[in-house]
């Protein structure tokens, strides 16, 4: 297949334009299509016809597609599997530049600038849709006349695959402020997206050329100029992280210049003045998240030499808060930020690398409950830090559920009690699969006997992750009963008289 095509394609046949580009069926750009599909090429032969294919391949027939594919100048055999489609696809566009630009963001928004159709999406070069993506996509925003769309992202590893960005996928929504939709401004990447051309041409809405964050500026710009948009539970399109999609090690490097880039964005935030809600909730993502779950990532923090640097790019970070009329840590949603956010401005480095270590390798955390709010014990602290509050606590009565039996007892403590959404059940090697039972909490801390309409026994933990899903979206993973210990007045109401724990909190 590589030597027939190469027969096919060779240098010599581009004849660039005063830009440095060479258009392959230029002419379909004259006519109108229902979607634009643009993917940027970089040295993508493994998964480059895997992805096409999976746009060629679309339920919405092929020919409503307009897919514009832009080469960043590769070196390996991309640009010839790129003649060789559009060859056979009139509407195939093949652009291919005559120097490498170093980023996805201008042949991205080479795409943007030769697409005239309603809507348009962004596809990586290794990464592919599900068959009826761009149909289901469609659908919604037709009938609704939303800004925007976002669907499931499954992630496919060589171990088996997991879901991405679940905040944005976990329930059916329909022309909703985005600002009403929890973690909206996590997770921006292309994956599951779909959105109106001309809302990118009204705002002028490009990206950013930047060696990384690109993807997050523009995705935020989408969503902060959407007046309205739809989220859906359907699955959309495969992140690709397989083995062979090429190994990646984080370096120092790669850490500081990323957050360089998140800094940038910042402030390009800042400047837009947004009302202040809104501007919180924007800005979270890059302070909580970036900056001190991403930054202070133990993979390559805790094994650094060099961790002042650390601590001065977050310092960088803190500066451009200064400015800001509040605190930047009243919205920081995970306790062990606080308790990081903290350490810092405290001075306590040893303890600070100390907890976000002991954070990832410590397997058997032990809790405490007190006033039927839990808090996680942190052995090593001294002070208020040594008891660190958390969202939910759930733990089982028994020490686990009896294969025999169709009935689970738990107990369930913390903030989001009267917000939990069930008992989920999930394959673990078929994400899109899973069971959900309902149950209700009519005591905090209370206890919870369930009984499944369908025998447990059917979901085997080696086959099935099992967790409580609360607050829309996320997670409350059990621990054993060993693992919590209680304050003795609350442990005696919890086991003598659930009911009296609501009677004295009402």
């Known amino acids: 297949m590589e030597k027939f095509l190469d027969n096919r394609f060779t240098e010599q046949q581009m004849f660039y334009d005063d830009k440095g580009l060479f258009l392959k069926n230029k002419e379909a750009l004259l006519k109108t299509s229902k979607v634009t599909v643009v993917t940027p090429v970089y040295n993508a032969e493994k998964f480059l016809s895997k992805t096409i ?81 761009l149909e289901y996509l469609i659908s919604i925003l037709d009938e609704t006349g939303d800004d925007y769309a976002v669907g ?35 997770h921006m990447g292309s994956n599951a997206k779909i959105m109106k051309r001309q809302l ?3 705002h002028n809405i490009r990206f950013p050329n930047m060696k990384y964050a690109e993807d997050k500026q523009f995705y935020m710009e989408v969503i902060i100029h959407s007046k309205t948009i739809s989220t859906t539970k359907h699955a959309i399109s495969f992140l690709n992280r397989l083995d062979e999609n090429g190994t990646s090690l984080t370096t ?23 009302p202040i809600e809104q501007e919180k909730m924007v800005l979270n993502r890059l302070y909580e998240f970036d900056f001190i779950i991403q930054l202070f990532d133990p993979a390559h923090f805790s094994e650094s030499h060099n961790k002042e640097a650390y601590y001065a790019k977050f310092q960088e970070a ?18 062990l930020s606080q308790a990081v956010y903290q350490l810092y401005q405290q001075g306590k480095y040893t303890s600070l690398e100390a907890l976000v270590k002991w954070n990832t390798e410590e397997n058997n955390k032990q809790y405490l409950i007190k006033d ?29 559920l009896s294969r025999k039996r169709d009935s689970l007892e738990f107990h369930v403590f913390g903030d989001y009690t009267q ?22 909490v009519e005591n905090i801390g209370g206890e919870i006997s369930f009984t499944a309409t369908t025998p447990l026994k059917a979901f085997p933990p080696s086959s099935f992750d099992k967790f409580i899903r609360y607050d829309s979206f996320r997670k409350l993973r059990f621990v054993q009963p060993a693992q919590v210990q209680f304050a003795q007045a609350n442990y005696k109401s919890l086991v003598e008289n659930p009911k009296t724990v609501e009677s004295k909190l009402s």
């Open 372 to 400: 039927n709010l839990p808090y996680m014990i942190v052995p090593f602290l001294k002070g208020p830090l040594r008891y660190i509050r958390v969202p939910m606590l759930a733990t089982y009565k028994t020490d686990y």
């Open 200 to 202: 990118l041409i009204d």
């Open 318 to 335: 803190l500066d451009t808060a200064a400015s800001l009329d509040y605190d930047i840590s009243e919205n920081f949603f995970y306790p």
């Open 152 to 186: 499931k992202t499954i992630k496919e590893t060589s171990t088996g695959s997991r879901l991405i960005g679940e905040h944005q996928s976990c329930m059916e929504r329909r022309s909703v402020s985005p600002f009403s939709v929890p973690n909206m401004f996590h």
């Open 53 to 133: 294919d999976s746009v060629i391949n679309q339920s919405l027939q092929f020919e409503n597609i307009k897919f514009i594919l832009v080469d960043d100048h590769s070196t390996d055999s991309s640009r010839s599997i790129l003649w060789d489609y559009a060859e056979r696809y009139e509407n195939i566009v093949a652009v291919f530049l005559k120097d490498n630009t170093g980023s996805p963001s201008t042949p991205r928004n080479i795409g943007i600038e030769l697409a005239n159709s309603d809507y348009i999406c962004f596809l990586d070069a290794d990464d592919w849709l599900k068959e009826d993506c």
């Open 419 to 440: 917000h939990i959404n069930g008992l989920v059940f999930r394959n673990k090697k078929n994400v899109t699969e899973e069971y959900v039972f309902d149950f209700e």
């Open 252 to 274: 120092q490097t790669d850490v500081f210049e990323k957050m360089d880039t998140n800094l940038k964005v910042i402030e390009h935030i800042k400047k837009k003045n947004l």
